[in-house]
């Protein structure tokens, strides 16, 4: 098994270090091209935030998947619910998949509550996963057991009391 390439730093004006920090700030933590630029700033280092666009877009990819790599694997139980949202007047619901340690592993808005919309989300989870869940927990929408029948086998869904 080969190790992958440290990224080349060469012919940049920056340190590999602060070329790094930025990169791993940006995936690290929720901050806009913009926060980065200021929080570098901060300590003295002058750099525009398209710099550090280039440099996530170049260099980005290696950071990401070390920072995924690092995270905590999912468990193998999932707690599903959804929760009714008003957005500009529109009734929407927001779909929401939580492992038993808490961890969300996803959540998804959508208009309609039914079996594709159940669906939709049981395909997004299990792309993101890689793996199926042992035991599911819903409340008791039938959309959830249709979906599971639909996209799962194997899989005991338990209905929780709402």
Not at 14 to 34: C, D, M
Request: glycine share 4%; charged share 20%.
């Amino acid at each position: 098994m080969t190790t992958p390439a440290c990224p080349s730093y060469a012919s940049y004006r920056f340190p590999a270090e602060v070329i790094s920090h930025a990169v791993w700030l940006y995936f690290r933590f929720p901050l806009s091209l913009r926060m980065v630029e200021e929080l570098l700033a901060a300590r003295g280092i002058i750099v525009s935030y398209e710099t550090v666009r280039q440099w996530a877009g170049k260099f980005g990819q290696s950071f990401a998947n070390q920072i995924r790599r690092r995270l905590p694997a999912a468990g193998d139980k999932w707690h599903m619910d959804e929760v009714v949202l008003t957005i500009a007047g529109v009734k929407h619901w927001l779909w929401r998949a939580v492992d038993q340690n808490g961890m969300v592993l996803d959540i998804l808005v959508q208009s309609r509550r039914d079996t594709r919309a159940a669906k939709r989300l049981l395909c997004k989870l299990l792309k993101r996963q890689c793996r199926v869940p042992r035991v599911m927990i819903t409340d008791k929408l039938a959309s959830y057991g249709a979906a599971v029948t639909l996209q799962l086998t194997g899989v005991f869904v338990t209905y929780r009391a709402s």
